[in-house]
Nanobody, 116 residues
């Protein structure tokens, strides 16, 4: 059974930092492309960042230069380091296993709130 469990969300002031983690199980993590997605209140799902099995990364323009995606294949864990957070980064963040052009599985999400 595939499981993706996100953690690390919370309330942070503008300009602050958070590191999200996603513990993966039930599949060969090292071979999988993974993404971080987010959904802000009243908005659709947005791709934040992706990393493939070789470690190549991509980012949405809105987070480029502020967020860093990484993976630890030995720990079957995906990370998202978020710096210089803005109120518009407030959302529920999900990690997802990518299969082709689709998000095959995703977790329950972790809430990130950026507010003073």
């Amino acid at each position: 059974e595939v499981q993706l469990v996100e953690s690390g969300g919370g309330l942070v002031q503008p300009g602050g930092s958070l590191r999200l983690s996603c513990a993966a199980s039930g599949f060969t993590f090292s071979s999988a492309a993974m993404s971080w997605l987010r959904q802000a209140p009243g908005k659709g799902l947005e791709r934040v960042s992706s990393i493939n099995s070789g470690g190549s990364t991509s980012y949405a323009d809105s987070v480029k230069g502020r967020f860093t995606i990484s993976r630890d294949n030995a720990k079957n864990t995906l990370y998202l380091q978020m710096n210089s957070l803005k109120p518009e980064d407030t959302a529920v963040y999900y990690c997802a296993k990518v299969a082709g052009e689709e998000y095959e599985y995703w977790g329950q999400g972790t809430q990130v709130t950026v507010s003073s």
